[in-house]
């Protein structure tokens, strides 16, 4: 299956820890399909999309563990979620940044090419 430049398969969708919910029981950094599906947080929804898509989807809790997890993927493309200062810092490829302000005063960046 391919989806416009990149095969689908090779697409990397990378998240930050912090969008499972912090009093969950369930460590999905390691393995995501270790998450219950409790619909406590987005992270189901995530994985659903990433099987329906054959997306590889990836929780990391950080810039080492996440280049890890790229270097050891090969990736033709990476979707990552990641405030922009971890991932103009945490990731040493240009990427493509897009984002907006939140509720927590968060500066909006509007999409252009980093690295």
Known sequence: MR???????????LLPHCLQISDCDVRITHNISNCKRCGKCE??????????????LFVA????????????AHPEAIIAVACER???????????????ASSMNAPSVPASTLG
């Open 3 to 13: 989806s416009g430049k990149y095969r689908v398969g090779t697409l990397l969708l």
């Open 43 to 56: 992270i189901k929804d995530l994985i659903n999309i990433s099987e329906d898509h054959g997306l590889r």
């Open 86 to 100: 971890d991932l103009s810092s945490g990731l040493s490829i240009p990427i493509l940044c897009l984002s907006s």
């Open 61 to 72: 809790t950080g810039g080492t563990i996440a280049r890890r997890i790229v270097k050891e």
